[in-house]
């Protein structure tokens, strides 16, 4: 056996003393003979950065198991009590936890650790027991703000598949960590990596600490977020005024998260009061939380065929929208039936671009003042910069992740800004007069009353006028999964060999489109600024690269191409104006999506 594989079994051995079964299940890798897999598991820790850990849940050291988590807390309990001391000084975290297989003892692992710093800890659970243990994800931000806590933990793994979990931190400003502060939780996890014994014994902890300490805080929480959802973005109550309505009118699935609890609470509200079965149908088969998710073979409301039971349950009693939440609600999807013109029926799913815009518009309408502001990611539509042009309110991008939009929402309301809104292509929606994270809940409320307030409840007309106004943009958006173990056509060997290659040889797109403008966010440089210095933050250890182009005809393409931080996918975003026309915008972008799969990818 490899010297250093040994070592680091060693140690695995040494420190997971509570969790027989990931050792049984390392051992059995070593008695077969599995090096291969040891290496993988074994080799390198699991990586904490900005999205805090993510990973399959396996024994091993690259994974997500009770040990690493508890490394992890470690780690972060010691770097609160260096920022902010101990609960005398008011150090405090919220902990939360959505439905997934370990995600509840990964929590209680989470508390333990700070309870026995002395770190006062808000748990999102109740000892009610009509009630539930999980939350959806943005709870944890909006009670960090309630509570002036030092950080959140929230463990889930959003919409990855089944045996996938993740520890996602929050910063006391209530947004996701961005740099330093990721590198220095990490710095503080590997002074910490020893676990200490009194952490693996949750009720232990609970009954050493005293009643200042823990706090069960979801039913108040949970009150709390309503009140201020519907003081906040209920623009219009009177359109769910539905006394006299004699069927449903949308159906929505939870995906098997933990939606539907939230979500119900919030339509029954007094101000609101949307009853299920009256005015909205669940369905069935996705109503309850499952972390095996049966009906779906990946629980993300993105993916093509997703709201198909959905769909087929609306189309069943003549509903004529479809809405959906990811597992753990804090992405928002919509569907639409249509009838063309020559009779026939389809439905479309509103892609990420298509809701936000809409979002945007019917904001403008509801929000008045000189100082409105709205933001979105780089990947995401330049229609938002052009409607910020025409309507005359603060427009900025911000790099990918709600890391960078709620951060940034924060510094532009310290500015004197009224930012209302942002968004992210991928079905993110954040609403900072609430939380300055994502929030499918939210995006919700909000997506029914601009539907039911749309002429005919036509938002595809409402889109339309946006295209005619502020410009004919369409997007291609994909992905291709990369096989992170292949060197030569692997993650780094695609950015290096062939696109910055091609980039720095060719000044040409397709034999018809001049580059403008090139945006390495890894190398940092900018071909169209001052010293080359780019625009957006410089990442080195994150590739991304986008590319501005035009044709004579006045066609305009932008495209991003970029690794995911969370999976082993190349990430590439396209988008399109022409001058003449939506078609044009969008066969064009299918050709560009196209060229770069036969040019830069195999």
Known sequence: MDPILKENLDHWFEYNTHDEAGNLEIQKLIDSGDFKELHDRMDKRIEFGTAGLRSRMEAGWNRMNKLTVLQASQGLSSFVIKNQGTAENTASIVIGHDHRYNSMDFAQITASCFLNCGIKVYYLNTDDDTDTSYVHTPLVPFAVDHFKASCGVMITASHNPKLDNGYKVYNSNGCQIIPPYDKLIADEIEKNLKPRASNWDFNKSVRSSNAFLFQMVKSEITELYIKKLTNTLLYNEKVFNRENASQPFFAYTPMHGVGYEILNKVLNDNKIKLVENKDYVVVPEQLHPDPAFPTVSFPNPEEDHALDMGIALAEKLGIHLVLANDPDADRFSAAVRLVTLDNKVQWKQLNGNEIGILFAQYLLKKNHGNNLAMINSTVSSSLLKSMSITEDFKYEETLTGFKWLGNRAIDLCKEGYNVIFGYEEAIG???????????????????????????????????????????????HNGYYKIDVNNDSNGIDAI??????????????????????????LTKGYQMSTQGNIPDLPVDANSEMVTVYAESEKGDKIRFTLRGSGTEPKLKIYIECRSPNSLEDSKRICDDVWEWIGNKWID
């Open 429 to 475: 929606y954040m609403f900072p007069k609430m939380l300055h994270d994502k929030d499918g809940i939210l995006a919700l409320i909000v997506f029914l009353q601009l539907y039911l307030e749309a002429s005919n409840n036509d938002v595809i007309a409402n889109l339309e006028e946006c295209y005619s106004k502020y410009g004919y943009y369409q997007q």
């Open 495 to 520: 950015f290096n060999n062939k696109i910055r290659k091609y980039l720095q040889e060719n000044k040409i797109i397709m034999d018809v489109f001049k580059i403008i403008d090139i945006r390495d």
